[in-house]
């Protein structure tokens, strides 16, 4: 009995070395980082730049992969179906780990169970986008216009639960409006449609929305945030125009399958995060694009997100939307 307990004991111990050496030789081949959302969101920008870093400082490739489907939901199931590894790596907006919870009957993932946070990259308050044809300037104008036609306006959103549905639906019930909601697959397709006329309104970040903008194609109706965004100093707030109640932001953050060690989830971190807060590369992809920095520890997301959903289930209910 005591010669089984002590090579049990020893198995132990050497698990438990273990760990710390798999977290120095890692990587030791391609990891990759998986976004269940289409090309060219400001996620998928973000991550590839990211990813390209880590592939100089790991000397190992990391890719991208764009798995979109169902408001984030196929991707993240693959990430929570992945080996806890650290090879397979979901980088993703918060809707995935916050709203969803609310906006679907059931989910193939367990918010709060499945994932493993690395870290929260940045965050970034969203604008209220128009067409630029549509005849109103700015959010209160908005209004008045839903106002006098209703029915006759719409919204584009990247699926159900995300932001533009939540802020257009939250306006709708406050305002009892009745400006349509039009589903789009990402937020990239759906800038597309929104430059090119085809849906009257949307949400957008500074960084994705900037050239639109700039080109006259789109136009900002006011800044869903407490303060005016830098690029837009001369755009108002929600809370300026009168709807302090409607507010926007996102995040973008870096989650692992539950049960990843905890001595790989702080290398991951602790090398993602010295990435982000390199000077010249927090200004090229994130501080220029109207993103802020955030780069918080793994411990640091869950009062992040405990806070969010605490606040989003409130929004839920007051935008009336049911689950599906």
């Keep these: 009995m005591h010669i089984k307990l002590r090579t049990l004991f020893a198995a132990v111990l050497l698990a438990g070395a273990a760990v710390p050496a798999l977290a120095q030789t890692y990587p030791s081949r391609t990891v990759r980082i998986i ?21 100089e400082r790991w000397k190992q490739a990391v890719v991208v992969e764009n798995k979109p489907g169902i408001g984030s939901i196929v991707g993240a199931e693959a990430v929570a179906k992945a080996a806890p590894d650290g090879y397979t790596l979901l980088a993703t907006v918060n809707q ?25 990259m940045v965050k970034s308050d969203q604008m209220l986008l128009a067409k630029a044809a549509l005849p109103a300037k700015d959010l209160r104008e908005l209004v008045a216009l839903a106002r006098r036609e209703p ?17 257009y639906e939250l306006l709708n019930n406050r305002e009892k ?6 589903p789009y697959k990402g937020i990239a397709p759906l800038l597309t449609a929104l430059a090119a006329g085809e849906v009257d309104l949307a949400t957008g970040s500074a960084n994705v929305a900037m050239g639109l903008i700039k080109g006259g194609k789109v136009k900002p109706l006011a800044a869903a945030g407490k303060e005016r965004l830098p690029q837009f100093p001369d755009l108002p707030t929600t ?10 932001s ?16 702080a290398k991951i ?9 390199t000077p010249a590369f927090a ?34 209910r007051a935008a009336r939307i049911e689950p599906e």
């Design 96 to 120: 995935t780990i916050t709203a969803n919870r609310f906006l679907f009957k059931s989910l193939p993932y367990d918010p709060d169970k499945s994932f493993a946070p690395v870290t929260i």
């Design 269 to 277: 971190s602790d090398d993602v995060r010295s990435v982000l807060r």
């Design 250 to 265: 996102i995040w973008y953050g870096l989650f692992a399958p539950a049960g990843t060690p905890a001595a790989l989830l």
């Design 177 to 182: 409006l009745e400006i349509v909601h039009i």
């Design 35 to 55: 976004v269940p959302f289409p090309p060219g969101g400001g996620i998928d920008i973000v991550i590839r730049a990211v990813a390209a870093e880590l592939t």
């Design 151 to 167: 029915g006759k306006l719409n919204y584009g959103s990247y699926g159900n639960g995300s932001q533009p549905q939540l802020a």
């Design 283 to 316: 200004e090229r992809h994130a501080t220029s694009k109207g993103l802020e920095i955030v780069a918080n520890s793994p411990q640091e997301v869950g009062p992040v997100v405990r806070d969010e959903v605490a606040g989003l289930a409130e929004m839920v």
């Design 239 to 248: 809370a300026e125009l009168g709807f302090p109640y409607l507010t926007a």
